[in-house]
């Protein structure tokens, strides 16, 4: 038996200890936020934080997780970084199929929380380990940057003629 320490509340889970924290999040807990992608911690889909570190929940088994805090995309906008990077994300109407974006917005904020004021290269950097089918990685750029400066960039120009 774990009791695991999500979004702020305490979650008993009678799973095997190789079970992935993926599995035991969607499945046993019921939180569904976050996906299942790749299923080898490659495409980000799955990413969740482990004490404010993002972590690819695919392969972390839930006997690793111990006493340590975990928070998802249900919780991720209790945090000052998490509210930003969501209101960006929706101020700059970053989804279109929306299924890889509980992992970009994990590994947004994660950014956002250790590097206030990102670059072009901070975000490529961060951000190379979330794979977006879609190919909206203009949008999430101008959202991380707009979540960390609280000002729109670019595609905002463009779809409202002002300039900023």
Request: hydrophobic share 35%; glycine share 10%; with cysteine.
């Amino acid at each position: 038996m774990y009791t695991l320490h999500i979004n702020g509340d305490s979650h008993p889970a009678d799973v095997p200890p190789d079970m992935p924290l993926l599995w035991v999040l969607r499945d046993v807990i019921g939180l569904t936020g976050t996906k299942f992608g790749c299923g080898i911690a490659q495409c980000g889909a799955c990413t969740v934080h482990l004490d404010g570190q993002p972590v690819r929940s695919c392969q972390l088994r839930v006997a690793d997780v111990g006493d340590r805090a975990i928070t998802t995309i249900e919780g991720i906008g209790q945090t000052p970084e998490g509210a930003k990077v969501q209101q960006a994300w929706l101020a700059v109407d970053v989804v279109q199929c929306g299924y890889c974006q509980s992992g970009q917005i994990m590994s947004a904020a994660a950014l956002i929380k250790r590097q206030p004021n990102p670059t072009d290269r901070d975000i490529d950097t961060a951000m190379a380990g979330n794979v977006c089918r879609c190919g909206t990685y203009v949008r999430i750029r101008e959202a991380i940057k707009q979540a960390a400066t609280g000002r729109p960039f670019g595609l905002q120009v463009v779809v409202d003629g002002s300039t900023p």
